[in-house]
């Protein structure tokens, strides 16, 4: 029998069809009248509960429901937008009912022969029931109706704190809450993504907790690219609708900054700021963060609220970086070009430059091979190489690599130079050849940094862009000359 999909709306209306297509099919494939009746029942308090307890009061959306005709019984897929499900979640609270939907998933364990359930990040929610035709395990099912939770009162009384893995499934909830499915960081919405990371000491979450709800209402976290890196990203900021205004995102940088970065030693804490509107970058200023880069065309475009967007065009970041371990002294190689803008956002950064020159017995790399890093962010439609090793083949796989990511339509390609390597001087005019152009400093991968941008067939209007200091307007200018001047091989 071929599958049957379905399409309902979140309301209970569209329950009881749903319910009475499920018992249809399943007798149509051999199962008795009596088994579809309960399992009619089952289905019908799950999308009852589903309704209630993942979708935000007053939102409209839909269900998605598909029969299909397993060999020996009956499979049923269920996908809704809803806040993003955590089955750990929901098997740790099945006794004690803290969870909403925790017993009803008590009852399809006893009664399913197989139950799926979780987060799939920006394709939402999906639950997966398996039934069989020679199974033994249909139980009674009575209809279970909990009591409605009236909405919280704002309450800003918090407290700052760290959040760990048993709270993935509220961070997960809380951005739903915020920004549906709109947040562009899809692994927030998979509670087990977020266990992950913060196993791995790729994110560090803080929040800010209503003290008598014992509520996340406010979030922010410091990210790494890998273990080990001494630099982190501030970002993952989201706060709950009903309890903004209350300053909690700033409190939470502060203790994140000043405290979480200071105890861990971090050399420092970086943020990316938009520039559609300077208030993000105010707010890393408060911080005492700095700009270092200007990203051109890093992020997809992005809707504010009350700001016009007739002339929109992809989103350009501002870097703001603060040095939270001052070395006494860096050493850079910058290209003589360069060199003046270079030497200023170092001091802007309270860096300690010395400026050495690529040594003359060294016109070549010593070294046969080049190592070339790649990531890329197909959400972001962006690409980055880091030139980890400098060999006397680095020409040939960089146009190789390079190549590959235009071919794919990239539309912005960012290219890490190291600083403290001597090749940087040498190389960089050969990268500009090809249509890099200046970006500015940033430290990742444990070293300074300089930044070139490539721009996959793109023509930027760099008016449009708001940039909160004079350090950064004077970075712009500077930035927006080499786009103008950038080659093209």
């Known amino acids: 029998m071929k599958p049957v999909e379905i399409k309902i709306f979140n309301n209970n209306e569209s329950v009881s069809i749903s319910k009475h297509a499920l018992k249809e099919y399943c007798h149509l494939i051999g199962f008795k009248r009596r088994e579809t009746h309960k399992l009619g029942v089952l289905f019908e308090e799950l999308l009852r509960q589903l309704i209630k307890c993942t979708f935000l009061e007053g939102q409209e959306g839909e269900i998605i429901i598909e029969f299909i005709h397993i060999e020996g019984g009956v499979e049923i897929k269920i996908n809704d937008f809803g806040i993003p499900l955590d089955e750990e979640s929901m098997s740790n609270n099945k006794d004690n009912c803290k969870h909403e939907l925790s017993g009803i998933y008590n009852i399809l364990h006893n009664v399913m022969d197989e139950v799926k359930i979780g987060a799939k990040g920006f394709k939402g929610n999906e639950i997966v029931l398996r039934k069989m035709l020679n199974s033994k395990r249909v139980h009674k099912v009575n209809r279970h109706e909990s009591d409605d939770t009236p909405a919280n009162s704002i309450n800003p009384i918090s407290e700052v704190k760290l ?4 709270l993935a499934a509220d961070i997960s909830k809380l951005a739903y809450i915020a920004y549906h499915y709109s947040y562009p960081y899809e692994d927030i919405y998979i509670p087990n993504k977020i266990r992950e990371k913060m196993d791995n000491e790729l994110l560090i ?45 700033n409190k939470i940088w ?29 707010a890393c200023h408060k911080m005492g963060m700095k700009d270092s880069a200007l990203l051109i065309s890093r992020a997809p475009i992005i809707e504010f609220e009350s700001i016009d967007i007739s002339n929109a065009q992809r989103e ?75 060999g006397k083949n680095i020409q040939t796989q960089f146009i190789t690599e390079f190549h ?72 712009l200018k500077y930035v927006e000359i080499e786009y103008v001047k950038r080659e093209f091989d």
């Open 163 to 166: 959040l760990d893995t048993h």
């Open 254 to 282: 502060h203790y994140l900054i000043n405290h979480v970065a200071k105890e861990k030693k971090l050399f420092g804490v970086y943020a990316m700021a938009v520039c559609t509107h300077p208030y993000s970058q105010k």
């Open 205 to 249: 979450s803080a929040g800010a907790v209503l003290d008598d709800i014992k509520q996340v209402v406010s979030h922010s976290a410091l990210s790494f690219s890998k273990p080990g890196d001494k630099t982190a990203e501030l970002g993952v900021a989201f706060t709950d609708p009903n309890y903004r205004g209350h300053g909690f995102i």
């Open 404 to 475: 590959k990511l235009k071919n794919k339509r990239y539309e912005s390609i960012y290219l890490y130079l190291d600083l403290a390597d001597y090749h940087t001087e040498k190389l960089t005019k050969y990268f500009e050849s090809h249509g890099f152009f200046f970006a500015g400093i940033m430290h990742e991968n444990n070293r300074m940094n300089l930044v070139l941008q490539y721009l996959n067939n793109q023509n930027y209007d760099f008016n449009l862009l708001k940039i909160d200091s004079d350090f950064g307007n004077n970075l």
């Open 316 to 390: 350009s970041i501002m870097i703001a970086l603060k040095i939270m371990e001052q070395p006494e002294q860096v050493v850079f190689y910058p290209p003589k070009h360069h060199k003046k803008m270079i030497l200023e956002i170092a001091k802007n950064l309270d860096l300690n430059v010395q400026i050495r020159k690529h040594p003359m017995l060294h016109l070549e790399s010593p070294h046969n091979f080049s190592n070339i890093e790649v990531k890329t962010d197909a959400v972001f439609s962006i690409a980055k190489l880091y030139i980890i090793h400098f």
